[in-house]
Structure formats: C-alpha cells, structure tokens
C-alpha cells in the first residue's frame, strides 16, 4: 500500500507534538505540508522541519493529501473539518470536534455521507489505567457518584475559548467513555477571572439511575490536579491522572490489612498511539478509535454546560444519535 499522504493544519503549540508524530510515522506516511497562517509559526515550522513544505492555506495543498490533522483554533475546526469532508479527505481533528449544537447538526449530515476516517482527539481515553478499569466502572452498582477535578496555574494558552471547551471536554467525553449511565440534565456555575469567558466551572450532571457526577475546571489555581474519583457501595477509588496511581479503598480491609491499597501505572505518549490508531484506520478501512459521534455527544455536553452558566439554570441533555 502506498504512503499516507498528510498535513497539519496548525504549527501552535499543539500542532508541534502533532508534527512529530507524524514524522514518527514515517514509514507509513508521507509529510506532505504544515499549513500555518501566521509568519513566526511558518518561520518556525520550517526550522523544525525543512524538508516539509509549509503553506499559509489549506487550499494550496488539498489536491495534494489524502487526510489533514487539524491543530488549529477551536473557532476554525467547523469552517476547516467541513472543507476536508467536502474534498473526501479522512480528518484527525483535535477536540472539540466543533464548537456547540448548532455546527454539530450541520456537520452530522455530512460526516455520516462521507467515506473517510473522522477521528476526534479526545486524548484522556488512552490513559494506561482505562485498560484495566473500564470494565469494572461500567459495571459498578448503582447509584454511584463521580468526582472529576483538573485545575492548573494560568499557562496562558487557549484564551480564545472558555475552560469548558477547553478542560471540560476531557473530562465530559471520559464520563461517557468510562460509564454507563448517561449524563440527564447539568447544572453549572461559574467564574471569569483572567479572561472575558469562563475560568473556573463546577459543572454538576445527573445520570441516569440515581447516579451524580461533578466536574470542576479551572486554569487560575495554584497547583496542577488532575484526578477522577468514584464513590460507590463498592467503596471508593481515585486515579491520579497527573502522578499516574491508582487508589482504593473498599468496604473491608485487603489482604496486608490496610484500608488503603496504593497502585502505580505507567506512562505512554497518548499522541502517538492517536496517530497510530488514525492511520491503521485509513489503511485497514475500519472505524476510528474516537469516532464523530463520540466528538459530537462531548460537544453536546459542553453546549449543555455553556448554556446553563450563561442562563444560570439547568440544562436537560438531550444526545441525537
């Protein structure tokens, strides 16, 4: 079979680690293009990688690949996804697949008609720990209740989108990856404190039988935490996503007689099994790993939770699948 023609659409900060995933793939993949818009990215787009070409649009090049890895700002993914579709190009969009509802209703019809690879980057599934748990949480008694927390100092990166498009996301997309009880109505509230959007949210959701779920987010806090928590009859277990360790307590003692039991799980570049999954879809013809639909259902959640902050009331979720 022959190379995997590709460009990134985006040299940002992002779009650097997506680049060099793509040239880590290069016995399957030819680097066709950078498109960067913006001088200093195309300035250092070239430096990083100088024998790629590098375009100021996408346009220059479509005729050129047959699957774009779109880096570029949340604002521009429906405009960029849409045109890629429309030239039968297969798409590794980062997440958000598009911006809310309204972009995803009219995206539907269109990625549903197209024969191609449409993979959404929603990188929290690849967590090593998922492997050995998903099949345990799916399954855990009800109700249950769900505490997803990730908070970080100010980076001041992804200014032009509020927290819960950027952070929430993540964590919205793994309610629905790792339960199965579906999120009913949501309720949120928060702060605009560095910025004009919102920089801090608790977005409270309830599930389906009796179950609850919180998510908190925010990018002014003084510390780095990235943790999921569940509490059921089953006991409680936390995963420190940020140390990579997994924690349990159950309703009894474990076998040294602690109450505790503390478990550690390795690291891997969740990028590069991304790209590994997008382009093995490509060439065996299988569906992605992260599929429009999934990128869809977390926008939807992310819409659900905008609109209950800007009207200070809950929001009932309702999936169109």
Same mark, same amino acid.
Request: aromatic letters at 8%.
């Given at each position: 079979m022959? !190379?995997? !023609?590709?460009?990134?659409?985006?040299?940002?900060?992002l779009?650097?680690?997506?680049?060099?995933? +793509?040239?880590?793939?290069?016995?399957?993949v030819?680097?066709v293009?950078?498109?960067? !818009?913006?001088?200093?990215?195309?300035?250092?787009?070239?430096a990083?990688?100088?024998?790629? /070409? +590098?375009?100021? #649009?996408?346009?220059?090049?479509?005729?050129?690949?047959?699957?774009a890895?779109?880096v570029?700002?949340?604002?521009?993914?429906? &405009?960029?996804?849409?045109?890629?579709?429309?030239?039968?190009k297969?798409?590794?969009?980062?997440?958000? $697949?598009c911006?809310?509802?309204a =972009?995803?209703?009219?995206?539907?019809?269109?990625?549903?008609s197209? #024969?191609?690879?449409?993979?959404?980057?929603?990188s929290? /599934?690849?967590?090593?720990?998922?492997?050995?748990?998903?099949?345990?949480?799916?399954?855990?008694?009800?109700?249950?209740?769900? /505490?997803i927390?990730? +908070?970080?100092p100010?980076?001041?990166?992804?200014?032009?989108?509020?927290?819960?498009?950027d $952070?929430?996301?993540?964590?919205?997309?793994l309610?629905?990856?790792?339960?199965?009880? %579906?999120?009913?109505?949501?309720?949120?509230?928060?702060?605009?404190?560095?910025?004009? !959007?919102?920089?801090?949210?608790?977005?409270?959701?309830?599930?389906?039988?009796?179950?609850?779920? +919180?998510v908190?987010?925010?990018?002014?806090?003084?510390? &780095?935490? %990235?943790? $999921? =928590?569940?509490?059921?009859?089953?006991?409680?277990?936390?995963?420190?996503?940020?140390?990579?360790?997994?924690?349990?307590?159950?309703?009894?003692?474990?076998?040294d007689?602690?109450?505790?039991?503390?478990?550690?799980?390795?690291? %891997?570049?969740?990028?590069?099994? =991304?790209?590994?999954h997008?382009? %093995?879809?490509?060439?065996?013809?299988?569906?992605?790993?992260?599929?429009?639909?999934?990128?869809?259902?977390?926008?939807? $959640?992310?819409?659900?939770?905008?609109k209950?902050?800007?009207?200070?009331?809950?929001?009932?979720?309702?999936?169109?699948?």
């Open positions: 022959s !190379k995997i !023609k590709v460009a990134v659409l985006g040299f940002g900060h779009g650097k680690w997506h680049c060099q995933k +793509v040239t880590a793939h290069s016995e399957i030819d680097f293009a950078i498109v960067e !818009k913006f001088p200093a990215g195309q300035a250092a787009a070239k990083a990688h100088p024998t790629v /070409r +590098v375009v100021s #649009d996408v346009s220059e090049v479509i005729n050129e690949i047959d699957a890895i779109v570029t700002p949340t604002s521009t993914h429906f &405009e960029l996804v849409t045109y890629l579709l429309n030239h039968n297969h798409v590794f969009c980062e997440k958000p $697949l911006s809310n509802d =972009e995803a209703s009219q995206l539907r019809g269109l990625a549903a197209k #024969d191609v690879v449409i993979q959404v980057g929603h929290e /599934r690849f967590h090593k720990a998922w492997e050995s748990l998903r099949e345990s949480l799916q399954s855990l008694p009800t109700p249950y209740s769900v /505490r927390t990730r +908070v970080a100010f980076k001041g990166r992804a200014t032009d989108v509020d927290v819960v498009q $952070l929430a996301i993540h964590d919205l997309d309610l629905l990856y790792l339960f199965k009880q %579906r999120p009913t109505s949501i309720s949120a509230r928060g702060l605009k404190i560095r910025t004009s !959007k919102w920089d801090h949210a608790i977005i409270d959701l309830s599930l389906e039988d009796n179950c609850q779920a +919180v908190t987010v925010g990018r002014n806090a003084t510390r &780095e935490v %990235r943790e $999921l =928590e569940v509490v059921s009859k089953s006991g409680t277990m936390t995963v420190d996503l940020f140390a990579n360790k997994i924690l349990n307590a159950g309703p009894g003692t474990f076998g007689g602690s109450f505790v039991q503390e478990a550690a799980y390795p690291k %891997r570049d969740h990028l590069l099994i =991304e790209h590994d997008f382009y %093995r879809s490509i060439r065996d013809q299988v569906p992605a790993v992260v599929t429009y639909r999934d990128g869809f259902n977390a926008v939807h $959640l992310v819409d659900c939770a905008l209950s902050l800007d009207l200070m009331a809950p929001v009932a979720v309702k999936f169109l699948e």
